[in-house]
C-alpha cells in the first residue's frame, strides 16, 4: 500500500502541466510537493558545500562536512515548511503573486551550490 501512495504522488508530480504551472495555483501547489519531497536532499547539498569552502581554509574537513550536515537538515526543514506551506494555501495568493517563501524555489536550482552564495 504504501508503495502504491507514492508512486501515485511520484505520477503527480509529473502530471502538473508546464503551460498550467505558469506561476499561478498549480505550480503553487506543484512546487510545494517537490520541496515536500525533495527537502532531505539539502543535507547533502550543504554538507558539500561546506566540505568545499573548509577545504580552502583548514585541515579540519570533518568538522566542515558536520557543519554542512547540520546546516543542511536546518535548510531541510525550512524546505520542508515552505512545501507544507505552498500545499496547504495553494488556492491562496500569499505571498504576493504566488512568490516561493524559501529561495532558490527548488533545492536543484542551485546544483551544486556555490559556497559562495
Known sequence: ??????MVL???????????AD??????LYRGV?????SPVEIPKQARAYWIKGAQKTDHIIVWIVTGGIWGGIQG???????????VS????????FKPLFKPSYVFDEWPRNPKS
Not at 1 to 6: D, E, G, P, S
Not at 13 to 19: E, G, K, R
Not at 23 to 28: C, D, L, N, S, V
Not at 90 to 97: D, I, L, R, S, T
Open 1 to 6: 500500500m504504501k508503495r502504491i501512495i507514492v
Open 10 to 20: 511520484m505520477m503527480s508530480l509529473l502530471a502538473v502541466p508546464v503551460s498550467y
Open 23 to 28: 506561476q499561478g495555483a498549480g505550480h503553487k
Open 34 to 38: 517537490v520541496n515536500i519531497v525533495t
Open 77 to 87: 526543514i525550512k524546505r520542508l515548511g515552505s512545501g507544507i506551506w505552498d500545499v
Open 90 to 97: 495553494f488556492p491562496v495568493e500569499k505571498p504576493a503573486e
